[in-house]
């Protein structure tokens, strides 16, 4: 199998250092594509870069794509410490401001577009356009059987299976569970392709630490619904409460079939955000990154280009 950071990225896969939310040096595993404003390309929780490989080509045509892996996902570091609550939304500022000068498109799909959310808040200055797609702004319970199992376990144990290796001696079925659970969030799961679970599975695989900082993440997420739905202070409600302080354009997208977060609550996020605009991509699932990436493309350039941002990239480029 060829490497596909080196398929994609002119450079390939490239490293960044930056100081994480706990005060500690961890290496961010990025790839950039193409040439002028800075677009960000941010994943979901217990995903990778990867999820994106149908949306760098495209969007480099008019943008300098950026993807890279959160800490302790995919081909970053996987630092074994207590994580702060935060934890991701401090990073994703540290890497933004590392990699580019200027304000940046932001797209960001599940998780990393509630990230992005705060982000936008925290950080104004940061984002010149957001994208956000199927964001899990108005939770209930973690959407996945498989999440809530994580969630619950003690980490110290995950972490002790974690170190056997257990998923690299187990590989095919790893892979044969990634293949389900991959197919039951897209709206055709016949897309779906024997390198894709390759390269999906790769770091549960391949990197000790990968199911130990997901898992901390979900006990992280699992704990901020619990307090939200308790009415207990908790960065969601933090974000949901002040969205109207989001001072960028934002496009929301959701797809018409996610099973995990209903389309409803696009449009409740639409009245939130006062620069907003929603659209709802038909025949596709919560995975719209792969399951309905050109509808995505399309969308993000529409938005930018209404949004008068391509014009401008495109005249600073000639």
Known sequence: MQDWWKETFPKGRQTLTIIDANGH??????????????????????????N??????????????????????????????????????????????????????????????????GVALAYPKLLARL????????????????????????????????????TYWFAPLVREIMRTERRSVLFDPSILT?????????PFIEFPGTVTKVAEDL?????????LQAKKPNLIAKIQNHLSGIKCPTLILWGEQDSWYPP??????????PKSQLKIIPNCGHDASAGGSKAVNA??????????FITAAVNEQL
């Open 25 to 50: 040096p961890v290496s961010i595993a990025y790839g950039e594509k193409g040439t002028g404003k800075p677009l960000f390309l941010i994943h979901g929780i217990g995903s990778w870069s990867y």
């Open 52 to 117: 994106w490989r149908h949306s760098v080509e495209p969007l480099s045509k008019h943008f300098r794509v950026i993807c890279f892996d959160a800490k302790g996902y995919g081909f970053s570091d996987k630092p074994l410490r207590p994580e702060r609550h935060d934890h991701q939304l401090i990073e994703l500022e540290r890497i933004i401001s590392a990699l580019c000068d200027e304000p940046a498109v932001v797209v960001a799909e599940s998780l990393g577009a509630l990230i992005s959310l």
């Open 131 to 166: 994208v956000v797609v199927n964001v899990p702004i108005f939770p209930e319970q973690l959407p996945h059987w498989g999440m809530l199992m994580l969630s619950q376990m003690p980490l110290d144990a995950i972490q002790a299976i974690d170190n056997t290796r257990f």
């Open 194 to 202: 024997d390198e894709d679970i390759y390269w999906i599975s790769y």
């Open 219 to 227: 006990q992280i997420a699992a704990s901020e619904i619990e307090r």
């Open 264 to 273: 409803s609550d696009g449009e409740k996020l639409l009245k939130l955000i």
């Open 299 to 308: 969308a993000v350039l529409d938005f930018l280009q209404d949004t008068n």
